[in-house]
C-alpha cells in the first residue's frame, strides 16, 4: 500500500555532505502525517541500525554517532522525509533505508535503499 523510495545517495569525500531524500506514495497527506519516519543504515556485516527519526509531532531522535551531524526533517506537505548529512566519514558509509511505521508497531514500510559512499 505504502512505498518508499529513496534518493540522493551518492559517492562524497571525508568532510563533504550529502542530502537524502524519501518520498512516500500511496497514502494521503492525511495519512503520511500519522506515520514515525525514520532513516537506518546498515553497513556490511553489521546489523541495520537507526540513525535518525521523527514523529508525528516532530520529535527528533538521532544515534550518538551522528549527533549534531546529521539532521532529519519531513514535509507532510510533500509526503517526504529527509536526512541533511555533513561533516562525513568514512564509517558513515552504508546503504541507508527509509522507514515509516505507526505506533505500536505496525504498518511498517520500508524503501529499498540507497547508497552512501565516503572516501578517505
Known amino acids: 500500500q505504502v512505498q518508499l523510495v529513496e534518493s540522493g545517495g551518492g559517492l562524497v569525500q571525508a568532510g563533504g555532505s550529502l542530502r537524502l531524500s524519501c518520498a512516500a506514495s500511496?497514502?494521503?497527506?492525511?495519512?503520511?502525517?500519522?506515520?514515525?519516519m525514520g532513516w537506518y543504515r546498515q553497513a556490511p556485516g553489521l546489523q541495520r541500525e537507526l540513525v535518525a527519526s521523527?514523529?508525528?509531532?516532530?520529535?527528533?531522535n538521532y544515534a550518538g554517532s551522528v549527533k549534531g551531524r546529521f539532521a532529519i526533517s519531513r514535509d507532510n506537505a510533500k509526503n517526504t522525509v529527509s536526512l541533511q548529512m555533513n561533516s562525513l566519514k568514512p564509517e558513515d558509509t552504508a546503504v541507508y533505508y527509509c522507514?515509516?511505521?505507526?505506533?505500536?508497531?505496525?504498518?511498517?514500510?520500508w524503501g529499498q535503499g540507497t547508497q552512501v559512499t565516503v572516501s578517505s
Open positions: 522507514n515509516a511505521y505507526i505506533s505500536p508497531p505496525r504498518n511498517n514500510y
Open positions: 521523527i514523529t508525528k509531532e516532530g520529535t527528533t
Open positions: 500511496g497514502i494521503s497527506g492525511i495519512i503520511f502525517r500519522l506515520y514515525t
